[in-house]
């Protein structure tokens, strides 16, 4: 059974996280479809614990200090988390290319983890932030972890956004992609989702059940012409590998090429 006020606090705490302004109580009783003074009295509650921070001129709300706590215990203590810090941050360090990890729980494609890679160029997403399915190396990795059926409800639940001129927001056309993708073991893009970027993404194991997890790493082949593409893919299936077997994962039964 569903604990109606603590999935209403969560609401209220998701709605500012993802809000880049502060939110006063009314906007946030509008946007929510509950009465004012079930919110104020969330707010309050919330307050109280600095899960959120009210601004005492303005009087309106964002996300609090006690957060970071939980985001902190968090990042010490997942073995999938610490694990593909330590890979990513082997190949932002010999390669300078940017790494993510992402998943998939339930129908929420988010970023978990990003990795600077401190080269001449550089995509930076937070940690949060909502993945693209159908125009990233790490979406369409993930995607391809599920039958076509179910990848294509994914892909369907929204309209897909036409981020360049290569980007495929063709559901149909999406879904018989990800064959390719099951027999290389990877997933690669080019100039999809920001023009000059290519990525190149691989599932992670999950033992769950519950959340597909991928990785990727994403260069400028203009500005980085050092580095070959078949390396890159090396050492990104590498890295996905080690991850799956040092956390104890296991890769769904349909996707059976990741060695």
């Known amino acids: 059974m569903k604990s109606q006020s603590l999935e209403r606090g969560l609401d209220v705490m998701e709605l500012l996280n993802a809000s880049q302004e502060p939110m006063g109580p009314r906007e946030i009783s509008r946007r929510l479809g509950l009465s004012?003074?079930?919110?104020?009295r969330l707010l309050n509650t919330l307050t109280a614990k600095h899960y959120l921070r009210r601004d005492p001129v303005t009087r309106r709300y964002s996300i609090g200090y006690q957060t970071l706590n939980l985001g902190a215990a968090l990042m010490a203590r997942d073995t999938l988390l610490l694990e593909a810090?330590?890979?990513?941050?082997?190949?932002?360090?010999?390669?300078?290319?940017d790494g993510y990890l992402g998943?998939?729980?339930?129908?929420?494609?988010?970023?978990?983890?990003?990795v600077d890679g401190k080269g001449p160029v550089t995509v930076r997403v937070h940690p949060g932030s909502p993945i693209g399915l159908h125009n990233t190396a790490i979406g369409k990795a993930?995607?391809?972890s599920f039958p076509d059926e179910k990848a294509l409800e994914l892909l369907q639940m929204e309209p897909l956004e036409q981020s360049t001129a290569k980007t495929i927001t063709d559901p149909e056309q999406l879904v018989a992609s990800l064959h390719r993708i099951r027999t290389d073991g990877y997933a690669l893009i080019e100039d999809e989702q920001v023009v000059g970027i290519s990525s190149v993404g691989a599932l992670v194991g999950d033992a769950s059940g519950q959340m597909r997890t991928a990785i990727?790493?994403?260069?400028?082949k203009h500005f980085s012409p050092e580095l070959e593409q078949r390396d890159v893919i090396e050492a990104i299936l590498g890295a996905a590998s080690r991850i799956t077997r040092n956390c104890g994962l296991t890769l769904p039964a349909n996707f059976g090429c990741l060695n």
Do not use: F, N
Not at 36 to 40: L, R
Not at 85 to 91: D, P, Y
Not at 103 to 113: H, V
């Open 103 to 114: 998943a998939l729980q339930d129908k929420t494609p988010m970023y978990l983890l990003c």
């Open 216 to 220: 990727s790493v994403a260069y400028s």
């Open 142 to 144: 993930i995607l391809s």
């Open 36 to 40: 004012p003074a079930i919110v104020q």
């Open 85 to 97: 810090r330590k890979e990513l941050q082997l190949l932002a360090d010999s390669m300078r290319i």
